[in-house]
């Protein structure tokens, strides 16, 4: 609970720098186009935001294409995209490989999110603790009997190492901050996008899988987590996001090439506004502002 309390009061600090940005800092090369690069977690949410904005602003082109956090960011350090879109903070390496390349990145904290662990529907397990779900992703547990579940073998879905939000689930589910080097099971299938654990889960009567709440269907059932066996089981809502009592929730960055300036400002501007926010929840992430 320490380590998330401290996740979540870096959250506070991030927005509390954020809310006065200006326009200084690296200049656009363009002012009638932005592109967005990145998390496949944010994708949906990015195309609504840009649908908007272009709306509004019918001489402004944005695109945003997914591919993983880590496309993301080797797209900003190669000056591919304008802003990078990602599920996980930026690692220590990739700060300093933008400070080699001549900018300190700016990380802005757009919307927060609850990573659902969802199961098929005819699966009868309704529950699980953390370290039961670090037991069943690591390969020590095999068989969904052995967690309560029907005499079934388990069928591992991760997002592939790409991605932010399979780093972000390794470090807090797998590993939760402890100094081990614990791994996903060699047996997880590692599929390349949420729609695709989503499809599959649905399908597959043994599959259990993650990805970000907002892909939540009813194709698919939601596990409630709990800490451990003595703490509630929690189920990933923005009312649990936002309240901090569903164990696996994270922030949703954009990063950009230093402080923003020009188009990419009037873009972030509108993702932090509260027509911006009230797309987030239109797609069911959870706002980093009441409105």
């Not at 791994?183 to 599959?200: G, K």
Request: include cysteine; hydrophobic fraction near 45%; aromatic fraction near 6%.
């Amino acid at each position: 609970m320490a380590q998330k309390n401290r996740i979540f009061s870096g959250m506070v600090v991030c927005l509390a720098m954020i809310l006065g940005f200006s326009g200084c800092g690296r200049p656009n090369k363009k002012d009638s186009a932005i592109q967005i690069k990145g998390s496949d977690t944010m994708v949906n949410l990015g195309q609504a935001w840009a649908e908007a904005f272009m709306q509004a602003d019918p001489k402004v082109s944005v695109a945003v294409t997914g591919g993983g956090s880590g496309t993301g960011i080797a797209s900003l350090l190669s000056n591919t995209c304008d802003i990078a879109e990602l599920s996980r903070e930026l690692k220590s390496e990739e700060i300093a490989m933008a400070k080699q390349k001549g900018f300190e990145p700016k990380q802005i904290i757009v919307a927060l999110d609850g990573l659902a662990v969802v199961v098929n529907t005819a699966n009868p397990l309704s529950q699980l603790t953390l370290d039961q779900l670090a037991a069943i992703f690591s390969g020590s547990v095999s068989n969904w009997q052995e967690v309560g579940g029907a005499d079934l073998p388990i069928v591992l879905l991760s997002r592939e190492v790409n991605s932010g939000t399979h780093v972000y689930f390794k470090e807090h589910v797998l590993r939760r901050g402890k100094e081990n080097q614990v791994e996903f099971a060699a047996s997880a299938l590692m599929l390349p996008s949420s729609q695709a654990i989503a499809d599959e889960v649905a399908q597959n009567p043994g599959a259990i899988g993650y990805y970000g709440m907002g892909y939540i269907s009813a194709r698919e059932k939601a596990l409630a987590i709990a800490m451990d066996s003595a703490s509630p089981y929690i189920q990933p809502t923005i009312e649990n996001v936002v309240s901090q009592a569903y164990p696996i929730s994270r922030p949703l960055i954009m990063v950009t090439h230093g402080k923003p300036s020009g188009l990419v400002a009037r873009f972030i501007d509108f993702v932090l506004s509260p027509e911006g926010q009230k797309i987030v929840v239109k797609i069911d992430f959870v706002p980093v502002k009441n409105n």
